[in-house]
């Protein structure tokens, strides 16, 4: 059976993680209270970040804008987007 969390992304009960994304609380806090969904999804936003403003994930401050902006898109506030991106139509 598949566990589920309350996604605090997308505010419904989602498939969760299958383990912490990353070690400590804060790795806990996400695989407590984010979905599947909502972790595939940063994916996608954090490596057109990475991309578009050239982070270097060897600098403590590159890796400090991303988590920030990571918190930012799990709590549903606006976070920082590559710019000139458009997404697919649907």
């Known amino acids: 059976m598949t566990r589920t969390v309350m996604c605090r992304k997308y505010n419904q009960e ?13 790795g ?10 909502a972790w595939a999804d940063w994916q996608k936003e954090q490596t057109m970040l990475i991309n578009e403003k050239r982070l270097n994930m060897m600098n403590a401050e590159d890796r400090k804008f991303l988590q920030g902006e ?10 920082e987007k590559a710019e000139g991106y458009v997404p697919p139509a649907e």
């Open 70 to 79: 990571m918190d930012k898109f799990f709590s549903g506030q606006d976070y």
């Open 28 to 37: 806990q806090d996400i695989f407590e209270n984010i979905s599947q969904q």
């Open 14 to 26: 989602l498939p969760g993680l299958e383990r912490p994304p990353y070690p400590g609380a804060k």
